[in-house]
């Protein structure tokens, strides 16, 4: 099986601008989660799709969005851009409730 | 809500000697608990992960961690360190409640010198 494919690896944006982040999950997962980590607050949960529908939702600004398509691919949407969201964002699927997750290698975002 | 502190940001070891990675967690129901490690550019991956089966979990690459209720704690241990194992480890921990998103911690850097 192919692992959890995020795309792009890299991308670098300006002050202001919008991004879009992708994530293909593990085939037959239905939850994807989506973390963002930085050196000095770790790993922070983003929010987490199962189905289509935001099941839970982490502590972040409205700029920060996703959404889950049918085939279970994610997208994560950051508007305005701020310097601060500089970090590597990483997604995760999992096969069921309390199962682990599969990390994919990430998008490294900066924003200058 | 949650947490998990890991003791130590920074861990030292030669080549051969014992790795121990320190987890406390706060929770009033042992949860599902897990080990996770991140090696450079890349996403984390599971090391082992406790369900109340057995307190003494083992994992992949030699680790293992040992689940203590009365400590709330959750060490991860390796006999002897390799050069590979140098990367970043966190501790996770699920539930209870019903929400299966982890909290983290903010993790430990092993460093392993020859």
């Known amino acids: 099986k192919a692992g959890v494919t995020q795309t792009p690896r890299y991308l670098i944006k300006t002050r202001g601008q919008q991004v879009t982040l992708s994530c293909s999950p593990i085939s037959g997962h239905r939850s994807v989660s989506w973390y963002q980590q930085t050196p000095g607050q770790g790993l922070q949960f983003l929010f987490e799709?199962?189905?289509?529908?935001?099941?839970n939702k982490g502590n972040f600004p409205g700029r920060f969005s996703g959404r889950q398509f049918s085939n279970s691919r994610s997208e994560m949407n950051v508007s305005t851009l701020e310097l601060g969201d500089s970090a590597l964002y990483l997604c995760?699927?999992?096969?069921?409730?309390?199962?682990?997750?599969?990390f994919g290698s990430g998008t490294q975002l900066s924003v200058l | 809500a949650q947490s998990v502190t890991q003791l130590g940001s920074h861990v030292s070891v030669s080549e051969g000697a014992l790795v121990l990675l320190r987890c406390n967690y706060s929770s009033s129901v042992p949860p599902y608990l897990f080990w996770y490690v991140q090696y450079p550019n890349q996403g984390l991956q599971l090391l082992l992960k406790y369900t109340s089966a057995a307190t003494l979990v083992k994992g992949i690459n030699g680790f293992e961690a040992e689940f203590k209720k009365s400590e709330t704690s959750f060490h991860l241990t390796k006999p002897s360190a390799h050069m590979s194992d140098a990367a970043e480890y966190f501790c996770a921990v699920m539930g209870p409640g019903g929400s299966y998103i982890p909290t983290f911690g903010r993790g430990t850097s092993l460093i392993v010198h020859p």
């Open positions: 799709y199962f189905s289509e529908t935001q099941r």
């Open positions: 995760a699927s999992s096969p069921g409730d309390g199962e682990k997750l599969f």
